[in-house]
């Protein structure tokens, strides 16, 4: 009979292979999964013989232990499809976690940035090779609206400077090919011209964005520089990696960009996800309305 880990392991291998998901989330499902295999060994039972009651309990743990709806929603996921892929490998004749319920979640809005605070954040301070490196990140994740681990993939020959394109590998292991505006141009063109040869000098490398060892930036690494970046310009908010890709899609909405076109250019399989967008927009001119309409006082 084929253990408990060995199934786990077949599992996130499909995840990978088929579904195409990224390792923090393929992580973050494993975790799950080791979290309910300990709860069902400690109610006498395992992943092959649990009943639906055992999910219900396990995810009833997590409530009572104060996890978030978001968690609660996700390990939902983790077991609905863990599950599913056990009764398609004909290693269970049944799928407890049929009748779970996912949580309501409410849809916060992203966090943006005025386009006068981007303009302040888009200026370089001083003339080091590191700064020149986060310029060239920062108007390339604001120019193009790449998630941060597209960002930190990017090789030197994905970019085209003289063309004006970038072509990077999103999620699910698509691709695709985004345009890039001067300002980005400009800034990675004076990044590859002497910072990024130096950055390189004792370790060959084809990422684009390397640290001072010469190895490629980590998601980690992007963000702890964007936000000292931010403090160093003295913007009162803490800078996030994601917020430039808000940032960037709410700004095309706002001058006109319509809602298929920055679809494409963020990489979204299903436009619904892109519409949070146009709520933020509707409720920021409801703002202007108000703040500015004779009779828009209540």
Known sequence: MTSTEELMKQYLTYLHVERGLSLNTRQAYERDLRQLVVFLEQRGTDILTCESNDLFLFLFQWKEQGKSPRSIARCNATLRGFFAFLLDEGKRVDNPSEYLVTPKLNQSL?????????????????????????????????????????????????????????RCI??????????????????????????????????????????????????????????????????????????????????????????????ELLGHADISTTQIYTHLTRKRLLEVFNKSHPRAER
């Open 170 to 263: 999103g999620k699910g292991n698509k691709e695709r090919i985004v345009p890039l505006g001067e300002p980005a141009i400009e800034a990675v063109r004076s990044y590859l011209n002497g910072p990024r040869k130096r950055m390189c000098s004792k370790t060959a490398s084809d990422f684009l964005f390397l640290n001072s060892h010469g190895r490629p930036l980590t998601r980690q690494g992007v963000s702890f520089i964007l936000n000292n970046w931010g403090v160093s310009h003295n913007i009162a908010r803490k800078v996030s990696p994601h917020m430039f890709r808000h940032s960037f899609a709410t700004h095309l909405l706002d001058h006109g960009a319509d809602l298929r076109s920055v679809q």
């Open 110 to 166: 992203p966090k943006v940035l005025p386009e006068g605070t981007m303009d302040r954040l888009l200026k370089i301070s001083e003339s080091t090779d590191y700064a020149y490196r986060d310029l060239a990140m920062l108007e390339i994740l604001y120019g193009s609206g790449l998630r941060v681990s597209e960002l930190i993939n990017l090789r030197v020959n994905d970019i085209s400077l003289d063309v004006g394109f970038i």
